[in-house]
């Protein structure tokens, strides 16, 4: 879909397909109570950038694959992501109002019906990926290769590892290192399931694998330095959330251990690194994830 469409135009049309195609995902028929539906469904349908089932498309399309068998994978991812932003922001992690410029599940619904709609996404983005064999006749053993990763890497040595480390890191996080650690895994490691995974459905080799894990690793913590960065100088309105919140919060970031401009030096680094690792792989359709790269360096929201 939108092949010869500029990169904004891509990524407005392809979130706009995920979005409509979110909306429908969970079945109607599905026996459950009224209340679990509609938080299910206010969380994953308030916005967002929906970057990583994005990503998930974009890398089928790189590969000469098709995105209409990747898209029950994309749209699995965004559950994961979305599982995991509704828990972030529960009273007992960051304890945000707002999301998005809206306010967070568990200020509409309660604690306890937050909970359950983020455990009910988080399983339902399993049976999401599954939906790529049942309705798109992908294989089997990709699906099992899929799923394994997703496993792994939205867990507790994913991105639910980076998430404990990072309360942790509350109590004083005073290396780099930490730091990066938990970038890694609380954003990067869903990043690099994205691109894997849509590369895993065009038929990716293992060096073509590699090379989208590497690009995945060094996109993901760019956009989190970014984050970082936009925290300090972006536009409130733009975000849909406070800025210097890090700083009231008093939390631990890129600019802190080494200054501002370090920090936007090292996400073009990163991209440089990203891109590199693309444009040696041999893909045959690479340009869209060149471009999201670039894109994402430039963001401000």
Same mark, same amino acid.
């Given at each position: ?7 904004v ?17 969970i ?25 990583r ?5 974009a ?13 029950p ?27 998005r ?19 009910a ?12 064999a ?5 294989? #089997?053993? +990709?699906?099992a290769?899929?799923? =394994?990763? !997703? /496993?792994? &890497?939205?867990g507790?040595?994913g991105?639910? $590892? ?21 970038h890694?895994h ?12 849509? #590369?895993r +459905?065009?038929?990716?080799?293992? =060096?073509? !694998? /590699?090379? &989208? ?6 996109? $993901? ?19 849909g959330k ?15 251990f ?14 440089r ?5 693309i ?14 790269a670039d ?7």
């Amino acid at each position: 879909m939108n092949s010869g469409a500029g990169i904004v135009d891509y990524i407005k049309g392809q979130a706009a397909w995920i979005e409509r195609e979110l909306e429908r995902s969970i079945p109607a028929e599905w026996s459950m109570p009224s209340a679990l539906r509609e938080a299910m469904l206010y969380s994953l349908m308030a916005g967002g950038k929906r970057l990583r089932p994005i990503l998930v498309l974009a890398s089928a399309e790189a590969l000469g694959g098709n995105s209409e068998d990747a898209l029950p994978v994309a749209l699995a991812v965004e559950m994961i992501h979305t599982y995991s932003l509704i828990h972030d922001d529960l009273p007992a992690m960051d304890n945000d109002d707002f999301r998005r410029g809206k306010p967070t599940s568990h200020k509409v619904f309660g604690e306890a019906m937050a909970i359950l709609a983020g455990d009910a996404l988080l399983t339902h983005a399993f049976y999401s990926v599954v939906q790529s064999a049942r309705q798109r006749d992908v294989a #089997g053993d +990709i699906i099992a290769d899929i799923v =394994e990763e !997703l /496993a792994r &890497l939205s867990g507790a040595p994913g991105m639910v $590892g980076g998430q404990a480390a990072d309360m942790q890191g509350e109590q004083g996080v005073t290396k780099l290192e930490e730091l990066e650690y938990i970038h890694l895994h609380k954003t990067s490691d869903l990043v690099v399931f994205s691109v894997k995974a849509g #590369g895993r +459905i065009a038929g990716a080799s293992r =060096e073509q !694998l /590699a090379a &989208l894990e590497r690009f995945g690793t060094c996109l $993901g913590l760019a956009f989190q330095i970014q984050d970082d960065i936009l925290d300090l100088t972006g536009d409130e309105v733009k975000l849909g959330k406070p800025v210097q919140s890090d700083v009231k919060q008093q939390k631990v970031t890129y600019p802190y251990f080494i200054g501002l401009e370090a920090s936007q030096a090292k996400v073009e680094e990163l991209t440089r690194e990203a891109r590199e690792a693309i444009e040696t792989a041999g893909f045959p359709a690479p340009e869209r994830l060149l471009e999201l790269a670039d894109y994402l360096m430039k963001r401000d929201h």
